[in-house]
C-alpha cells in the first residue's frame, strides 16, 4: 500500500515536470520567445575575414536592445570570396536561422566582398524571399549586380577614404547609398558614425 502511494505520488511529479516545460516561454520554448523578438540579423565577411569581424557591431546593437539571440555571424567558407562556395554556405546558414528563430525572412549585414557573396545568394539561391533588409559596408557589390534586387530594402555604405572598395563598386541603383568619409575600408567595422546609420537601417 505504502508503494503503491509513492509510485502514485512519483507520477504526479513526473507529469507536473512534463506539464511545466510544455508551457509556451519555459524550456525550450523560452530561447525561441527570445530569439523572435526581432528578425533576426546574420553578419556575412569579406575577404580574410571571419565571423569575428562584427564583434563591435554586435556589442552596439546589443547595447541598442538587439539580444544576442537575434545576432548570428557567418564564417565563410573561401576566404577569397568564391561566390559559389559562400552563397552556398549563406544559404544553408540563413535556413538555420530561420529555422532557430521561427522567423521567415532576415536581414543581413555584409561586409566588402561579403556584399556581393550576399547578392550572389539573394539573386541565384533563393534569398529573395528569405531577405528583407541587406546592409552592406564597404561592399563590392557591384560584382555581382548594378541594381538592388525588388522587394529588399537595400542600403549601401562605403567611405570616400576607402582605398580598397571604390565607392563606384558600392553603389546600387534602387539602393539607399550613404556616403561617409574618413574611414578606412576596415574602419568601417569600428566606427561609431556607421554604427548608427547601420541601426537607422535596421529599423526604418
Partial sequence: MICLRKLKLLLMVCMSVVFIFTLPGIGQSLKASAATTR??????????????N??????Y???????SDELFAIDLPSKAGNQLLNSAA????????????????????????????????ILNRGGINKVDKLITLGGANRLTTSRA???????????TSDAIVSPALSRLDGANNISVNLVTHIGLLYNSRVNALIKAALIE
Fill in 90 to 121: 549563406i544559404s544553408r546558414f540563413v535556413d538555420d536561422v530561420l529555422q532557430q528563430t521561427g522567423h521567415s525572412k532576415v536581414h543581413i549585414v555584409a561586409h566588402s566582398m561579403g556584399g556581393a557573396n550576399s547578392l550572389y545568394y
Fill in 54 to 59: 562584427f564583434a563591435l557591431i554586435e556589442r
Fill in 61 to 67: 546593437l546589443r547595447g541598442e536592445g538587439w539580444s
Fill in 149 to 159: 534586387p525588388d522587394g529588399i530594402k537595400v542600403t549601401s555604405i562605403y567611405s
Fill in 39 to 52: 528578425t533576426p540579423i546574420v553578419f556575412v565577411h569579406g575577404l580574410t575575414g571571419s565571423d569575428s
